[in-house]
């Protein structure tokens, strides 16, 4: 019976140490007959939790590097082009709420935060001319600008850790209809985050002033969100979120919505 005791008291060390239920010891009298297997056991289990510290450790530091290397990123974009000052923060809190009224598990939601804050970045490869320019773009200036996806992803999967959401940045100027760029997928061949943040960045691009014309009326912007559903945006995510955006802020701008 005391041998049977023992033996269970190592295995329940050992799988309490893979359920990560915390610190565990275990401690096995030297009259026992299983001290040298316990205090063998005893020493692996120290041995792992030092391991999972460590890799703990580790992780932290690669996610404050990431974050360090976000942060730098758009603050070059945001000096390189006042147009867009405060855009990407505001594509992700549009696509932060809209991924969690789909119900999206919170990796999808962190996944697609961090995918719309990025989404614009590879335009820090096109010339300041171009994206500052007050009139309508040229067709040659028009196929640089529509580079940007291509190069964000190129940024984006040299980040340790956000390689997997290199390919939702990439889709995020595809359309439903399959008319956009730059593969041209449509329907389910785009990835849900990048039709997610297709809504939002369009959202808060006709709601924003830039020089060469006047920003939207959030009603318009909603009314245009719909008439596109189908066409350049997924209609069943247009529907959601015209919907979650009315019952959320009404036909007003957010708080945060820069004037």
């Known amino acids: 019976m005391a041998r049977k005791k023992t ?21 096995i009298p030297k009259s026992d007959e299983f001290y040298e297997l316990g ?25 404050k590097n990431n974050r360090d290397a976000i942060m730098a990123l758009v603050e070059a974009l945001n000096a390189k082009d006042p147009n867009t000052y405060g855009h990407s923060e505001r594509v992700s809190i549009y696509s932060l709420m809209l991924a969690e009224k789909m119900g999206l598990s919170s990796e999808e939601i962190d996944d697609i935060a961090i995918a719309s804050y990025l989404h614009d970045i590879g335009k820090i490869g096109i010339p300041e001319a171009i994206l500052n320019k007050p009139g309508r773009l040229t067709t040659e200036e028009f196929e640089l600008i529509k580079s940007h996806p291509r190069l964000s992803c190129k940024i984006i999967a040299q980040i340790p850790n956000l390689t997997h959401i290199a390919s939702m940045v990439k889709h995020h100027h595809e359309r439903f ?66 919907d979650t955006y009315r019952k959320v802020y009404g036909d007003r701008s957010p708080s945060y919505k820069a004037s």
């Open 177 to 242: 209809d399959g008319a956009g760029y730059p593969d041209g997928l449509r329907g389910d061949q785009i990835p849900l985050g990048s039709k997610i943040i297709a809504i939002a960045d369009s959202f808060d691009a006709m709601t924003s002033l830039r020089s060469y014309r006047s920003a939207f009326e959030v009603r318009e912007a909603l009314d245009e969100i719909k008439r596109c559903a189908g066409g350049q945006f997924d209609p069943d995510l247009a529907e959601i979120f015209v």
């Open 39 to 63: 205090q063998a056991v005893a020493k692996l289990i120290e041995r792992f939790q030092i391991a999972q510290h460590t890799i703990f450790l580790l992780n932290q530091q690669v996610r």
């Open 7 to 27: 033996v269970a008291h190592i295995v329940e060390a050992i799988e309490a140490l893979f359920s990560r239920r915390g610190p565990v010891t275990l401690q």
